[in-house]
């Protein structure tokens, strides 16, 4: 959602996790890109980067920060097949209907070992006073970690790791976002592999 403000330190994370696990990515795609965050510090230190959400709000904050995007939808991602080195998605999978459909063409628009990132609510976000998993009405479903794993094994992809975190504004937050994201944590990090060929 467009009005929202990333986490800088999530995309800091991410961006750590793309050069450990894909150094060489120059086809990247945030999609769901919302503000542009990721997409702002994948530039500083990448290249290739393109974001892309289905609003047309996202479009316009993109365009007076002077970020790459484009305007499409997850489900009909308009890309060839395999031309892609790297697909985030963070906080999309919840609001979809239908999921698989969505992480099966994540899958298709990936190259032969390319990576899927993505961030999902836990079923442990419903029970948080503050971002609530309830709050946004376009949410469909949290996962549990064996629906996550489940939905990407069953488009074809290998997990890489999945991990749980509970982030914060500021350092009282953050620290007790340490011990939350252990215990119940509010989101799920996956990073999965498209096989290689």
Known sequence: ??????????????????????????????????????????????????????????????RVQGLPFLLGDVIALPFVSGSLDVVRAKEVIEHMTDA???VREVHRVLRPGGLFLCHVPTQFSA???????WDD?????????????????????????????T??????????????GVVLPHIWLALARKPEE
């Open 127 to 133: 029970l948080y006073p503050v971002g609530n998993f």
């Open 137 to 165: 009405y376009t949410h469909v479903r949290p996962l549990s970690r064996v629906g996550l794993r489940r939905l990407l094994q069953d488009t074809g992809f290998e997990i890489i790791l999945i991990k749980g975190y």
């Open 1 to 62: 959602i467009s009005h929202l403000i990333e986490h800088p330190e999530i995309s800091i994370r991410d961006v750590r996790l793309l050069h450990t696990y894909q150094p060489n990515a120059r086809r990247i795609v945030d999609v769901g890109c919302g503000r542009g965050g990721f997409v702002d510090m994948c530039m500083q230190q990448m290249e290739g980067v393109l974001g892309l959400d289905s609003e047309p709000l996202a479009a316009s904050i993109s």
């Open 167 to 180: 982030a914060g504004r500021n350092r009282p937050e953050r620290l007790l976002g340490r011990v939350l």
């Open 100 to 102: 698989l459909s969505m």
